[in-house]
């Protein structure tokens, strides 16, 4: 398998997760999963990886990760696109981007010791992959998955910025979503109604 798509989510967002398979998710050509914490239920959908004894509170994602990471490497994925259920993909941008080229690709983050890419949206090359699972120490819980990402790959893979994964604002104004009139890759912060308007405006 080339590429996949590991989606952080948790039980209480179905919503999120159902904007996302309503519309970008029609469109990637790559599988995906939604990562949940616990026991899956008796009948649970095959699109939802469940990650036995992890947590699903949002201070605890980073063991979440760590099993999508190690599942993609059983499943010989060689490039895993990590992104948050309130994030919206235009996933051919992101197919012509060429993230495949890059160990770790994201928005660069510098607010800690160590740099880290922006956990809304990112991907990981094979190579980095296997670096996280030697250094999976770090992926624990109480520290933000993206920061335990970085700490992991920080001297073992290049970090690659890349600018057109539009972050950090809440809700974020029909501007900075993928547009057709602008190059923006993915937007993170997206409610379901502005979800969807965006897959309108992209669509119609």
Same mark, same amino acid.
Request: net charge negative; aromatic share 12%; proline share 6%.
């Given at each position: 398998?080339?590429c996949?798509?590991?989606?952080k989510?948790?039980h ?6 159902q904007?996302?398979?309503d519309?970008w998710?029609?469109?990637a050509?790559a #599988?995906f999963?939604?990562?949940? *914490?616990?026991e899956?239920?008796? +009948?649970?959908?095959?699109d939802v990886l469940?990650? =036995?004894?992890?947590s ?11 099993g ?6 059983e499943q010989n994925?060689r490039?895993?696109?990590?992104c948050d259920?309130?994030?919206y ?5 992101m197919?012509k981007?060429?993230f495949q ?9 510098n607010?800690? #010791?160590t740099p880290y890419?922006q *956990?809304?949206?990112?991907?990981? +090359?094979?190579l ?5 699972? =030697?250094r ?11 920061v335990?990402?970085g ?5 073992e ?12 604002v809440p ?12 190059d ?10 502005s979800?969807?308007q965006?897959h309108?405006?992209l669509t119609?």
């Amino acid at each position: 398998m080339n590429c996949a798509i590991a989606i952080k989510s948790c039980h209480k967002y179905a919503e999120r997760r159902q904007a996302q398979l309503d519309t970008w998710l029609k469109s990637a050509e790559a #599988d995906f999963f939604f990562l949940l *914490g616990g026991e899956p239920p008796p +009948s649970s959908a095959t699109d939802v990886l469940f990650i =036995r004894g992890a947590s699903d509170a949002f201070a605890n994602i980073a063991p979440k990760v760590l099993g999508a990471v190690e599942y993609a490497l059983e499943q010989n994925v060689r490039n895993l696109v990590v992104c948050d259920d309130d994030t919206y993909i235009h996933w051919p941008r992101m197919a012509k981007s060429g993230f495949q080229k890059f160990d770790y690709l994201g928005f660069v983050r510098n607010y800690s #010791d160590t740099p880290y890419m922006q *956990g809304s949206c990112y991907s990981l +090359s094979e190579l980095a992959m296997e670096a996280v699972m =030697r250094r999976k120490y770090h992926m624990k819980n109480g520290v933000p998955d993206d920061v335990a990402m970085g700490q992991c790959l920080y001297g073992e893979v290049p970090f690659t910025h890349e600018h057109r994964f539009s972050i950090g604002v809440p809700y974020p104004e029909a501007h900075l979503w993928p547009r057709p009139e602008n190059d923006i890759i993915a937007s993170h912060k997206m409610n379901v109604a502005s979800m969807a308007q965006c897959h309108s405006l992209l669509t119609q």
